[in-house]
């Protein structure tokens, strides 16, 4: 559980706060005491009241799954947060900032990596991510839609990636090493120092992607996927001919 986020311990005690808080001020209503409301509403509370204590719980174990690696776990906290927005927002982007934590536990953050301690580097691309630009595109389309839930969540997902993306510029896009390399996986992970040595082989993809076969600990494999589109375009050639040359010296297969 030390790798969980506190966003994710902080959402899910704020859906639990303010569920309290909402169906205790329910409760202590009666049809009797409000008679302008339809009685049919009352009886409709009853019903998600069960539903709302369902749907936390369940998010309390999908932060049990994240922790444990099982896959399922952040696609279960994105269903159990989805019908509780927007207050459950600040819990579904603790969980995804959980998943890769735990995902990639046992690799180093590598925000004290610097140029003066790097064999090579190379300063991270000047425009914020495509996703942070989908975030808000897609809260407009959802918005026009009706679908004002969905609409919060891609807006909080942008805003949270315009702040991730201002950070992450803030590092190398990539470092190498005498015995690691830096590098950083995706919007929500913060840069990774990566030994050479977890390293078993190297993809090269159509997509400008590297894919990274790891071993982290023994038994305990994963995979990681860094885009050369986080680096500056007229020094992609050079960033993948350094990282390629470095790999090899370090006899890691590079397909």
């Given amino acids: 559980m030390r790798y969980i986020h506190p966003a994710a311990w ?3 005690l704020l859906n639990g706060i ?3 808080v909402l169906f205790s001020a329910l409760n202590s209503l009666s049809p009797a005491e409000v008679p302008q409301m339809d009685p049919a509403v009352f009886e409709v509370l009853g019903v998600l009241q069960p539903v709302a204590l369902f749907l936390l719980g369940l998010q309390a174990v ?8 099982f896959k399922a776990g952040l696609a279960l906290a994105v269903f159990a947060s989805f019908f509780m927005l927007p207050a459950g927002l600040v ?9 890769y934590r735990c995902k990639y536990a046992g690799l180093e953050m590598a925000f004290s990596s610097g140029p003066a301690q790097a064999v090579f ?12 630009t989908g975030g808000f595109v897609l809260f407009a ?40 390399f830096t ?5 929500f992970v913060d840069p990774l120092a990566i030994p050479y040595a977890a390293v078993q082989s190297a993809t090269l993809c159509d997509d400008e992607s590297i894919r990274f076969a790891l071993e982290l600990a023994p038994g305990r494999q994963t995979e990681l996927v860094w885009s050369l589109l986080r680096v500056d375009k007229k020094n992609r050639r050079a960033a993948l001919e350094s990282l390629g040359e470095a790999l090899a010296a370090h006899h890691v297969p590079l397909y």
């Fill in 183 to 187: 590098v950083t996986p995706g919007l």
């Fill in 18 to 20: 303010l569920m309290f």
């Fill in 91 to 99: 819990y579904l982007i603790g969980c995804i900032l959980s998943h």
């Fill in 141 to 180: 389309v959802c918005t026009v839609a009706g679908l004002l839930d969905m609409g919060v969540m891609f807006l909080g997902l942008g805003l949270t990636g315009i702040y991730l993306s201002l950070r992450a510029r803030k590092c190398h896009a990539l470092s190498l090493h005498q015995t690691y």
């Fill in 62 to 69: 999908s932060v049990g799954l994240i922790a444990s690696r």
């Fill in 10 to 12: 902080a959402g899910l």
């Fill in 121 to 132: 580097s190379q300063a991270s691309a000047a425009t914020l991510p495509y996703a942070t």
